[in-house]
């Protein structure tokens, strides 16, 4: 066949609901979806690698829809996209940058003390890196895994499974506490006792929140919710910065990616369903 005479190629593999979906129920890997066609003053781009976040779930439930209206509608399943490596890391990066630097309400600089709940997940990895990055004097990080908070830059690594972070740290004026998984029913309450007079509360699930904003002990202390930005093009930059200076690495689950398959894909679910994952799950689209 001449080069003249081959079809432009119509459909793709994707994955994605017309509806929304309760949180759990995986979106159909479909074989034959039909490619976009790009509108005036848009691009296509041919995706070589995605990675699939926590959040994706509850965007796929519609939970995310009545605080942003660009999630009012179903679309495609993810928020990254690019090479293998570097589609680890966008939106985890933004998510922790934003937190740390936006959010916070110190900026994270030289001296600043950050606790990361959840270290070695895909957006807690990041932080860890990050709070380093930014020059925190101390970063103290939760997981199962100490030697891997460790090898990420955490000065302080706790196992959750030993030890409650809220009593280790209690009392030692934390800037902020980023909490990237809901430990627990309290965990805002805990950090109440581990954070400074003005120190920052970020969570990234609402259940997480404090449960009772009157709370004597709040003070002029923050305790916000975040969504991410994903157009902070800004953040962007200095996140890429930091790749190419060596300062932030992705840590890919179990060191691998998935192929992108019917058994690639529900493999890669079933490891995000169980809440155990270490980094990030990223699909290999080649």
């Known amino acids: 066949m001449t080069e003249e005479t081959q079809k432009p190629k119509t ?3 994707a994955t994605y609901s017309a509806d929304f979906v309760p949180v759990g129920t995986p979106p159909p890997f479909i074989e034959d979806a039909p ?3 790009s509108a005036p003053g848009m691009l296509l781009v041919r995706n070589l690698a995605a990675s699939f976040n926590p959040v994706d779930a509850f965007i796929a439930a519609g939970y995310v829809a009545k605080r942003n209206p660009i999630f009012g509608k179903c679309r495609a399943v993810g928020a990254d996209f690019a090479g293998v490596v570097a589609a680890a890391i966008p939106l985890a990066g933004l998510t922790s940058l934003q937190v740390l630097e936006k959010h916070a309400a110190t900026p994270v600089g030289p001296g600043s003390k950050v606790l990361v709940l959840g270290g070695t997940g895909g957006v807690g990895s990041m932080a860890v890196q990050l709070a380093k990055a930014l020059g925190a004097s101390t970063v103290a990080a939760t997981g199962s895994n100490t030697e891997l908070l460790k090898s990420l830059g955490a000065d302080i690594a706790i196992n959750y499974h030993d030890e409650n972070w809220g ?4 009392g030692q ?14 965990s805002a309450e805990r950090a109440l006792g581990v954070l400074g007079p003005k120190g920052s509360f970020i969570y990234t699930l609402e ?4 449960k009772d904003k009157e709370n004597p002990d709040l003070g002029d202390r923050t305790f916000k919710y975040m969504l991410t930005d994903s157009t902070d093009a800004k953040s962007l930059v200095k996140i890429a910065q930091f790749v190419m200076d060596g300062k932030l690495k992705p840590l890919l689950h179990q060191d691998k990616t998935f192929p992108f398959t019917p058994e690639g894909w529900g493999a890669l679910l079933k490891d995000a369903a169980s809440g155990r994952a270490k980094g990030k799950l990223v699909m290999d689209l080649k």
Not at 207 to 210: C, D, E, I, R, S
């Open 173 to 186: 004026d934390y800037d902020v506490v980023f909490a990237t998984v809901a430990d627990g029913d309290d």
């Open 35 to 37: 490619i976009p066609v």
């Open 207 to 210: 259940k997480t929140a404090l």
């Open 11 to 13: 459909t793709m593999r």
């Open 167 to 170: 009593e280790t740290l209690a």
